[in-house]
């Protein structure tokens, strides 16, 4: 299964954003996007920057948007492809599909404090839905299906941290969380006005229409 293993916070820089792709050490003052703030990665990023085209600027949100939910882009031409066919605006239908993935609905309920390690806690079994372990963190979640921790992964220390966390900070709306019982359930779809992140899905759009 492939998937991204260099430097998260070259990912960070490189997007000119915070993705928030290691967790607490994103809030740190030690966290390298702020370090080495403005520094684009890589051999040429001290030289000077030009004014992106449009394709661009499409080119660039596509890849923040990947990095951000941890999709490579095979896999998310395919979520293009199926909200095209949705009903619906396609921009928001992609979000839409993205934010029920079951790695960032494990994430947004704070059962871990990364998208990252979202995703090997649903590999490594840790993750139930109705019930049922699920290890496949693309797993499309629905309205109505109850997400929760299996009894030995609520001893772990850096998910009761987690948790503990999450509940200061609450949840989105669109989901309801039972700290107590490492519960969580999926109350309503993900609508456009629930996802924050600072994304233009309309420059995916286009660069997918051209």
């Not at 199926?82 to 921009?91: F, M, P, Q």
């Not at 496949?136 to 109505?144: D, R, Y």
């Not at 009894?151 to 969380?177: D, M, N, Q, Y």
Request: aromatic share 8%.
């Amino acid at each position: 299964m492939a998937r991204y293993t260099e430097a998260a916070c070259r990912l960070c820089r490189r997007e000119g954003m915070k993705l928030y792709l290691k967790g607490d050490r994103c809030f740190k003052e030690k966290c390298s996007f702020e370090t080495r703030k403005g520094k684009i990665p890589g051999q040429h990023g001290a030289g000077k920057l030009k004014k992106p085209t449009g394709y661009a600027l499409q080119l660039r949100e596509k890849q923040k948007v990947k990095r951000i939910y941890g999709v490579l882009e095979k896999q998310f031409r395919l979520y293009f492809e199926r909200a095209e066919k949705k009903r619906g605006v396609t921009g928001h239908n992609l979000l839409t599909l993205l934010e029920s993935r079951l790695d960032n609905v494990v994430y947004r309920l704070g059962f871990a404090a990364s998208r990252r390690t979202a995703r090997q806690m649903v590999l490594h079994g840790h993750i139930q839905v109705n019930g049922k372990r699920v290890d496949i963190p693309s797993f499309i979640t629905k309205t109505g299906q109850c997400i929760e921790l299996v009894i030995g992964a609520r001893e772990i220390e850096s998910v009761k941290t987690s948790v503990e966390t999450a509940v200061g900070r609450g949840v989105p709306k669109w989901l309801s969380f039972d700290a107590s019982a490492f519960r969580g359930q999926i109350v309503a779809v993900p609508m456009r006005e629930d996802i924050t992140l600072d994304i233009n899905e309309q420059l995916i759009v286009e660069l997918y229409s051209k």
